[in-house]
């Protein structure tokens, strides 16, 4: 059965993520256009290249969304909005980055055609920052944990969950460059009657600077469930373009992601993958 008033909702959501994204880019568009000469210097190798780096020491705030067009065993489709926060803080003479994120979905919980739409559980994670003895090169790991913050049973896992974080950012190259995101988190409390989670993901990110701040990107996240044995490996190419203005770095893109490999109900087969992160130099 096709619930249509919940696709309307899964569209709906992303169109505001969308125009979101759209206004945010008409804006510094337009504001660029005064001086295209100090827009581009503005665009430095240094800015682009550091522009996706999740452990960059300046506070950043991401937008990002994946639409997702097919998914297995369901004839609906779904949505998942993200707003992620991310600072930078000192503990003693240790450096950390700390990043929180709230999902919103709209997604089928059952292979019936149900969808439920709303707030899913939020993730934190504090990365201590390794001194690599090079600028260009950040490594970090720490500690996280996801509250089971669901406005929707079936959206979240209702358990509280624990694990690590291990990040690497190579720029040594002003052209290109590469790292991961690796986690994994288990659960240790929460409703009985839930199953529990045992989740390991790893996001290997490329991004190849075209010039003037346009880049070609990759950055699919592979996740594997220990509990259920359920994967999927998504590949995908996209493009970005990073514009600073004044103190603010933008950095908008869009990655269409098809799935290579996956085992599991539920699994998205493709979906694209948009956002505006900007960063705000000190």
Same mark, same amino acid.
């Given at each position: 059965?096709?619930?249509?008033?919940?696709?309307?909702?899964?569209?709906?959501s992303?169109l505001?993520? #969308?125009?979101?994204?759209?206004?945010?880019?008409?804006?510094?568009y337009?504001?660029? %256009?005064?001086?295209?000469?100090?827009?581009?210097?503005?665009?430095?190798?240094?800015?682009?290249?550091?522009?996706?780096?999740?452990?960059?020491?300046?506070?950043?705030?991401?937008?990002?969304?994946?639409?997702?067009g097919?998914?297995?065993?369901?004839?609906?489709?779904?949505?998942?909005?993200?707003?992620?926060?991310?600072?930078?803080?000192?503990?003693?003479?240790?450096?950390?980055?700390?990043?929180?994120?709230?999902?919103?979905?709209?997604?089928?919980?059952?292979?019936?055609?149900?969808?439920?739409?709303?707030?899913?559980?939020?993730?934190?994670?504090?990365?201590?920052l390794?001194?690599?003895?090079?600028?260009?090169?950040?490594?970090g790991?720490?500690?996280?944990?996801?509250?089971?913050t669901?406005?929707?049973?079936?959206?979240?896992?209702?358990?509280?969950?624990?694990?690590?974080?291990?990040?690497?950012?190579?720029?040594?190259?002003?052209?290109?460059?590469?790292?991961?995101?690796?986690?994994?988190?288990?659960?240790?409390?929460?409703?009985?009657?839930?199953?529990?989670?045992?989740?390991?993901? #790893?996001?290997?990110?490329?991004?190849? %600077?075209?010039?003037?701040?346009?880049?070609?990107?990759?950055?699919?996240?592979?996740?594997?469930?220990?509990?259920?044995?359920?994967?999927?490996?998504? #590949?995908?190419?996209?493009?970005?373009?990073?514009?600073?203005?004044g103190?603010?770095?933008?950095?908008?893109?869009?990655?269409?992601?098809?799935?290579?490999?996956?085992?599991?109900?539920?699994?998205? %087969?493709w979906?694209?993958?948009?956002?505006?992160?900007? %960063?705000?130099?000190?």
């Amino acid at each position: 059965m096709i619930c249509t008033e919940e696709r309307v909702r899964c569209l709906r959501s992303v169109l505001i993520a #969308l125009s979101v994204v759209v206004f945010f880019c008409q804006h510094v568009y337009a504001e660029s %256009q005064g001086d295209v000469a100090t827009a581009e210097n503005s665009t430095s190798e240094n800015s682009a290249a550091q522009a996706n780096n999740p452990l960059a020491n300046m506070t950043a705030l991401n937008i990002q969304n994946y639409f997702i067009g097919d998914i297995s065993d369901s004839d609906e489709q779904g949505n998942q909005a993200w707003l992620r926060y991310a600072k930078p803080f000192s503990v003693a003479d240790t450096k950390w980055i700390l990043r929180a994120s709230l999902p919103f979905n709209t997604y089928p919980v059952e292979n019936d055609g149900t969808v439920k739409s709303g707030l899913g559980d939020v993730n934190v994670f504090a990365s201590y920052l390794i001194d690599t003895g090079n600028p260009a090169v950040s490594f970090g790991f720490g500690p996280q944990v996801t509250l089971p913050t669901a406005t929707e049973s079936k959206l979240g896992s209702e358990k509280w969950s624990a694990g690590l974080v291990n990040v690497l950012f190579n720029a040594d190259s002003p052209k290109f460059q590469y790292g991961y995101l690796l986690t994994w988190q288990h659960s240790f409390a929460g409703e009985d009657d839930r199953s529990d989670v045992n989740i390991g993901a #790893l996001q290997p990110f490329a991004f190849y %600077q075209l010039g003037g701040g346009t880049y070609l990107r990759a950055a699919p996240i592979w996740s594997y469930n220990i509990e259920n044995d359920n994967y999927n490996v998504p #590949l995908g190419v996209g493009i970005g373009q990073v514009i600073k203005r004044g103190k603010t770095v933008f950095n908008f893109f869009i990655e269409p992601q098809f799935s290579a490999i996956h085992h599991g109900e539920l699994q998205p %087969q493709w979906q694209l993958y948009f956002g505006l992160n900007m %960063q705000f130099l000190d």
